[in-house]
Nanobody, 123 residues
Framework: QVQLVESGGGLVQAGGSLRLSCAAS????????MGWFRQAPGKAREFVAA????????HYTDSVKGRFTISRDNAKNTLYLQMNSLKPEDTADYYC????????????????WGQGTQVTVSS
């Protein structure tokens, strides 16, 4: 399985931006579909965005469309989530996940997970 480590979280004011990164170990990163999920305190983990192995197909949950962009650099074994126009409701722990299958929006389809990075958006 691929090992994943997220970074880039922090505290930002509403309207601001953050860029999350997810570094993957191993030489097979390019064969994995990747996803970003988030979990707010007291809430279930929810899908945010996903990208296929080559990076030419993406999918977003409605609440982040037009504000977040998922991308990947297979040469650097890294997944990104550019988050713009952040809102207080985006506050959560953000997780990247990997799956050797077409991407889905369902967290249990992803067997590999990072430890998460915290994003806090103040109003």
């Amino acid at each position: 399985q691929v090992q994943l480590v997220e970074s880039g979280g922090g505290l930002v004011q509403a309207g601001g931006s953050l860029r999350l990164s997810c570094a993957a170990s191993g030489r097979t990163f390019g064969s994995y579909a990747m996803g970003w999920f988030r979990q707010a305190p007291g809430k279930a983990r929810e899908f945010v965005a996903a990208i296929n192995w080559s990076g030419d197909s993406t999918h977003y949950t409605d609440s982040v469309k037009g504000r977040f962009t998922i991308s990947r650099d297979n040469a650097k074994n890294t997944l990104y989530l550019q988050m713009n126009s952040l809102k207080p409701e985006d506050t959560a722990d953000y997780y990247c996940a990997a799956a050797k299958r077409p991407y889905t929006t369902t967290y249990y389809d992803y067997p590999s997970w990072g430890q998460g990075t915290q994003v806090t958006v103040s109003s």
